[in-house]
């Protein structure tokens, strides 16, 4: 098995037939009942029951898309999730580098691809 994250993630295209990816960008609020216990009971600003019940809730919802996702070990993406969520990266950072995902940076891509084809 390679170290190179992209020669597993291709691997693991490869091996499940599919690229699809699954964005998990849980709300402690917005929690089924199930996972973050009922609603009206929740305290947003208890943080160990909140990123308990994030952590749990992200390795259910990769248990079950493993087997149609390319996943390559959920309970390591589960860990790296908690620890971003226990210390965020710098939020503007996070923006500018993301700026380049956008829905105008991706269709100038397809533009930029289709016209060079």
Not at 79 to 84: C, G, K, W, Y
Request: proline share 7%.
């Amino acid at each position: 098995m390679s170290d190179l994250f992209s020669d597993r993630l291709l691997d693991a295209i490869a091996a499940k037939g599919s690229p699809i990816c699954v964005g998990i960008d849980p709300v402690y609020e917005m929690l089924p009942d199930a996972v973050g216990g009922p609603s009206n009971r929740r305290n947003a600003n208890d943080a160990t029951a909140a990123v308990d019940a994030i952590f749990a809730f992200t390795i259910d919802v990769l248990k079950i898309v493993a087997p149609l996702v390319p996943v390559d070990d959920a309970k390591a993406l589960g860990h790296t999730i908690l620890a971003t969520l226990l210390a965020p990266p710098d939020t503007n950072r996070s923006r500018m580098r993301a700026h380049a995902f956008s829905v105008t940076a991706a269709a100038h891509q397809y533009l930029d691809a289709l016209e060079h084809a």
